[in-house]
């Protein structure tokens, strides 16, 4: 039955952690649905009962229901300082500022209005070590701490969460990404100014390039360059590839690299928590994004796995970027765009015709290449040419001879140190956010020794094909598959239908790989997302996001058929149509300020249609949602081109938490919230099929939930129900398939083939 729309002003009670679990007041039998003040996607205390947190594999509330958690990353900008200037760069590194990224703090009211809006109310908040630790070691930006914390401290207002990550792509911006300052380079001995022309590192993208052909995408190829790739090796294994670095520190002691490199890292780390661990919309932190091995576990210095390494561009060896960094012009393969693999090995050319040096005289090396220095590779003056003199030197333990895997030896205890830093300072509720190298799936060896407390595993997925090539149509490819195997023709998909059931079977795999070797532990994807600018740009010019809105619809319901939590790449302000996101080359952000409302035309209430402006293919992404279920979800489906959406659960009666030691049984609430946008509903009636004869529900366009409650007749029994719209929304795209578009053609061919053959058989043979 529908009860009365609209809500009281009645709260939920919070109570301390030390008096009895809390009650819903659903439990009522006199309780009328939406009868509280809250709404479905309100992650504060006043919608949560108190706080987010993990029982096994799902994020739950003081109340015992299963939370959906949706949201975005915001934002890209805060990669690069505020006062970053491309043509300088880069000079003047001590003295950047990100005060302001990502956003002005008065801004911030609109920003977090509009994902509420959108009901994006999870936020992976985006940091970079640069940003706290630019000026030198030790000495951290407290005015930049200072203003995320005035900025995350409002996310209660507006029913967000956040977690923090600290943002790294490439090692730093100064090797061609983003994250570490660098002072870390300088450290080590590389010569900024050298990176470049030496090889060691491309630039071109953090200098405002990237946009075009010639340069689109390459930027990843930077982790096998010499700059990045040994700065994560050093900073992983640094004891075990590099014992004869040593970094001079300013009391005349010197310091092993590994460790002056970690110590800097965790100490930075633990200014942030102090910073921000107290705050109360932030649930936890995250480790590092994309984390690197380097060299460590590469085979053979003359190749890099092609698997898992992008080739694109000039690709040297590890091998020959030890040669290009010493001042040596080397001959280096050059990789093009092809198809069905992503690339293929096109050209040669000399490098470093200069021969630039990126080893300064002055730094722990006195020049040398560091690999050299530990007699890795070395000059032979007399045939004057470069000799590999330990092929495998990064596969096993140089003194024990013993195999080395980044995962168990390096990785893996840094996790503990990190973790145990966080738990120091922080609130022990704190979750730790972790993630695997990009693009593989979960170890088989992060058994539960080898995992933290409170651990939500937070991988990436992306469209590869897609990233490559920036083109997106009827006909897709799963990367995923045929990097580990996969006959071809089953890579290959045609249409709507077929893009999606292409992304969920990855999506699915990712998830599924990690539950296998992880357990009942919270799988939350970190990043995914779309490239805006794909096909050459053209909805720029047409206004017409056609291909947007299809692929960014494949994706949602690829993370819906998983019942995945998940954070969009990314909601940046800054992003504008020429320069996207200003970092080499990216245009993933479907909003930008430039096209939004000037605050003073902005009403922030969640149901204000002028927070819409400046958002595109909106209709793709705000989309409707269970976000705290009375149970145990079971399946999710919406079509965005009819606005109908199927959502089956099971209610639960209680459900047991173990925190700090201790075993809490929950009575689980018996009211399901369900996001459901006004940008669906607005002058169209909400109709819900499928409930049982005593379930109650109510949808309330105000708060943008659709209520339901479920009955006491049989509180056990599976819910199924089917929400649509009316009037019916029109039709987005076509949800075409290969039989589809070309079944009658190939039908027509064969029945001409037929008759053909027949003919010819009576008329010479008959």
């Not at 928590?273 to 107290?278: E, F």
């Amino acid at each position: 039955m529908e009860s009365a729309e609209g809500s009281s002003e009645t709260s939920f009670e919070l109570l301390d952690d030390d008096q009895a679990p809390l009650h819903h007041p659903s439990h009522s039998p006199t309780y009328t649905p939406g009868s509280g003040s809250t709404y479905a996607h309100d992650w504060s205390p006043s919608g949560t009962g108190g706080e987010l947190r993990i029982r096994g594999r799902h994020f739950v509330d003081a109340f015992g229901r299963v939370c959906n958690l949706r949201g975005v990353n915001v934002a890209g900008g805060s990669k690069i300082p505020v006062n970053h200037k491309h043509e300088t760069f880069p000079h003047d590194h001590h003295a950047v500022t990100f005060v302001g990224r990502p956003f002005p703090l008065e801004d911030a009211p609109q920003h977090f209005a509009r994902l509420r809006r959108w009901g994006l109310s999870l936020i992976r908040f985006v940091i970079t070590w640069e940003a706290v630790e630019h000026a030198g070691p030790g000495i951290y930006d407290m005015e930049y701490l200072a203003y995320v914390k005035s900025l995350l401290s409002l996310l209660p207002q507006f029913g967000l969460v956040a977690f923090i990550d600290i943002h790294q792509d490439v090692w730093s911006r100064y090797s061609g990404g983003s994250g570490a300052p660098a002072w870390t380079l300088e450290s080590i001995g590389f010569d900024l100014h050298a990176l470049e022309e030496s090889g060691a590192a491309w630039l071109l993208g953090v200098k405002g390039g990237g946009h075009v052909e010639a340069e689109r995408g390459i930027w990843p190829c930077g982790y096998q360059k010499l700059a990045a790739a040994t700065m994560a090796t050093c900073f992983w294994a640094g004891d075990t590839f590099a014992p004869k670095l040593r970094i001079p520190m300013s009391d005349g002691q010197t310091k092993p690299v590994q460790q002056f490199l970690q110590d800097a890292f965790l100490d930075m780390y633990t200014a942030v928590v102090r910073a921000l661990g107290d705050i109360e919309g932030v649930l936890g932190f995250e480790i590092m994004n994309e984390p690197h091995r380097g060299y460590i576990d590469l085979p053979s210095l003359y190749q890099f796995d092609y698997n898992t390494d992008l080739h694109l561009s000039y690709v040297p060896s590890a091998f020959q970027s030890f040669m290009l960094g010493a001042g040596y012009p080397t001959l280096v393969s050059n990789w093009t765009r092809s198809f069905p693999e992503p690339t293929r090995m096109t050209s040669h050319s000399v490098l470093n015709a200069a021969s630039r040096k990126v080893w300064r005289a002055d730094g722990p090396t006195e020049g040398r290449c560091v690999w050299e220095l530990h007699g890795v590779w070395g000059w032979d003056k007399v045939r004057n040419e470069g000799v590999v003199l330990r092929e495998n030197y990064f596969v096993k333990d140089p003194m024990t001879g013993r195999k080395v895997n980044w995962y168990t030896d390096f990785y893996y205890p840094f996790l503990k140190r990190w973790a145990q830093r966080i738990r120091d300072v922080a609130p022990k509720d704190k979750m730790l956010f972790v993630e695997p190298i990009p693009n593989e799936f979960c170890p088989p060896s992060w058994t539960k020794e080898n995992q933290v407390p409170n651990m939500v595993f937070a991988p990436h997925w992306y469209d590869l094909y897609t990233l490559f090539s920036k083109k997106f149509g009827d006909f897709t490819v799963n990367v995923q598959g045929l990097s580990r195997g996969l006959f071809p023709l089953q890579a290959f998909y045609w249409g709507q239908l077929g893009v999606r059931e292409n992304y969920s079977r990855q999506i699915h795999n990712i998830i599924d790989s990690a539950h296998k070797v992880l357990g009942e532990v919270p799988v939350l994807i970190g990043e995914c997302g779309i490239p805006m600018d794909m096909n050459e740009k053209e909805a720029f010019e047409t206004e017409n996001w056609k291909w947007q809105y299809r692929k960014m619809d494949a994706l949602m319901v690829a993370l819906e058929r998983s019942f995945a939590n998940f954070a969009l790449w990314n909601y940046n302000p800054s992003n504008n149509d020429a320069e996207g996101d200003d970092w080499n080359g990216e245009n993933f952000s479907w909003f930008s300020s430039r096209r939004a409302l000037p605050p003073s035309l902005l009403d922030l209430h969640q149901t204000s249609f002028t927070l819409d402006n400046g958002g595109r293919i909106l209709s793709a992404i705000v989309r409707p949602y269970p976000a705290k279920t009375a149970g145990i979800p079971l399946r999710f489906s919406y079509e965005m081109n009819t606005g109908q959406f199927t959502f089956e659960w099971k209610p639960s009666d209680t459900i047991t938490l173990e925190e700090q030691g201790q075993t809490n049984v929950i009575s689980v609430a018996r009211e399901t919230e369900i996001f459901v946008p006004s940008l669906l509903t607005h002058g169209r009636k909400l109709k819900i099929e499928g409930l049982e004869p005593d379930d109650t529900f109510t949808h309330d366009e105000s708060r943008q939930t659709l209520f339901i409650v479920h009955g006491t007749s049989a509180p056990s029994k599976m819910r199924k129900v089917t929400v649509f719209v009316w009037p019916p929304l029109r039709p987005t795209f076509q949800l075409n398939t290969f039989w589809g578009d070309f079944g009658e053609l190939i039908i027509s061919g064969l029945v001409v083939f037929i008759g053909t053959f027949i003919l010819v058989k009576l008329k010479f043979f008959m």
